[in-house]
């Protein structure tokens, strides 16, 4: 009897563990970005350890500030470009590849059953591929660079089953709002969440990675889809290594059950300034937008961008509107195939594959007391620039009111 978090851990740990129990656990593979492998290395320095654990399990896409954004981000980048020369840490991805979040499913380093934690709290993304994927401060991340090793507690999961037929114009985002604004924002505080439900089925990988991504927005350790064909789909063409799925057993012991029907459910969104302040579009729609942001580790991927320029193709934007894709190979996509064009042509602008100005530090701030509407996961009083205020919604909700320049409902443009 087990949750798919406990049954990772087990075996991740080499002995059966339960929820609550204290485990010494090996790392499968471990991430850190350009902003926090600055104080995993230092951290890691201090430690006096010569050689990190392994070359190969290391993983360190530049996202956050790249390229960078002044002479001393560019300057700390550069020492740690050395230092990832040095040990020789083969997985090394430099700016423009895209998010990390992004960039590790892509290269193939998540997959079903692995335990992947990251120097970034979005790191649940990869339960989507049925890992336990969680995120560490960099301190840790430092020990796990020299032991590839880390002590957990067990989580307990709650279990969350979403059924119904999603409407036209509902996608993955609008399913993800309403989930943690039925959960809230404390609502799963170190639980593991396990997805189920012919919704959930019915969602793409891309759909289901930024549902499993916003679960640390309900402070879960970590979101995990069980694998079936469409995750074994994406995973077996990439896969870096050998992998084994895991599921819960039936008698698995779950803290709480959540049922949620997306039955009639209208396109969703967070209000400033918390993300589960979460309400249908129809209630704030005509709100007046200064940006509108498409892009991140929860919506720049291909279709994302593709359901943007479906509502953007042939009317012009009426604010300023900045999409970023979430790497360099959904770029590639989105060019060959005509989202690129759609989307310039309708006055977007474009930037470099990264995480943009999703945490303020770049290519999109917004100014004191402007509102911008974002595919993002946070909207945090200041999070995208001093004063501003977020609201988070789809790609087509953002897309639609970059047409207006108000918050607007996909279907009403
Ligand atoms: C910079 C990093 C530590 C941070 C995180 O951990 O989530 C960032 O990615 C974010 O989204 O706020
Ligand atoms: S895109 Fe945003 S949420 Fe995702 S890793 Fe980057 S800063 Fe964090």
């Known amino acids: 009897m087990g949750t798919i978090s406990e049954k990772i851990l087990s075996r991740a740990s080499g002995k059966t563990a339960v929820a609550n129990d204290f485990v010494m656990a090996d790392i499968d593979y471990a991430m850190a970005h350009d902003g926090t492998s600055i104080l995993a290395v230092k951290a890691f320095r201090e430690m006096e350890v010569e050689k990190v654990w392994n070359t190969d399990k290391i993983v360190i896409p530049f996202d956050h500030l790249a390229p960078a954004n002044s002479d001393t981000t560019a300057s700390l980048q550069k020492d740690i470009r050395n230092w990832i020369h040095e040990q020789k840490i083969r997985n090394f991805y430099d700016i423009g590849n895209g998010i990390c979040h992004q960039v590790l499913p892509e290269k193939g380093f998540a997959m079903p059953g692995k335990l992947i934690v990251g120097a970034d709290s979005h790191s649940c993304t990869y339960g989507a591929f049925g890992a336990f994927g969680t995120g560490v401060g960099a301190t840790d991340m430092a020990e796990i660079f020299a032991s590839g090793k880390l002590w957990f507690r067990v989580p307990e999961s709650i279990k969350i089953t979403v059924e119904g037929n999603m409407n036209k114009h509902v996608c993955a985002k609008d399913l993800t709002l309403k989930v943690v604004g039925t959960v809230g924002s404390d609502g799963a505080t170190y639980k593991a969440l396990e997805f189920y439900g012919n919704t959930i089925s019915d969602l793409s990988v891309s759909g289901r990675m930024t549902l499993c991504n916003m679960a640390i927005e309900m402070g879960a350790k970590t979101g995990i889809v069980p694998p079936d064909n469409k995750t074994l789909e994406y995973v077996k063409k990439r896969a870096v290594d050998e992998y084994d799925p895991v599921y819960a057993d039936d008698d698995a012991i779950y803290a709480k059950e959540i049922h949620i029907d997306v039955e009639d459910l209208e396109p ?133 009111s970059a047409v207006t320049g108000t918050i607007t409902h996909p279907g009403n443009v």
């Open 268 to 400: 969703q969104i967070a209000r400033p300034h918390e993300v589960d302040n979460v309400c249908g579009v129809s209630e704030v729609e005509g709100t007046r937008v200064d940006q509108v942001f498409i892009g991140t580790c929860t919506n720049g991927r291909l279709e994302d961008l593709e359901d943007a320029a479906a509502i953007l193709e042939g009317k012009d934007v009426a604010v300023r509107t900045i999409v970023i894709p979430a790497s360099r190979d959904i770029m590639i996509e989105a060019t060959k195939n005509g989202t690129v064009e759609k989307l310039l042509e309708a006055g977007a602008t474009f930037a470099t594959p990264g995480c943009g100005p999703c945490l303020g530090g770049h290519m999109g701030v917004i100014g004191d007391g402007e509102t911008c509407i974002s595919t993002a996961n946070r909207n945090f009083r200041g999070r995208m620039g001093k004063g501003g205020c977020i609201y988070l919604a789809s790609p087509a909700t953002a897309a639609a």
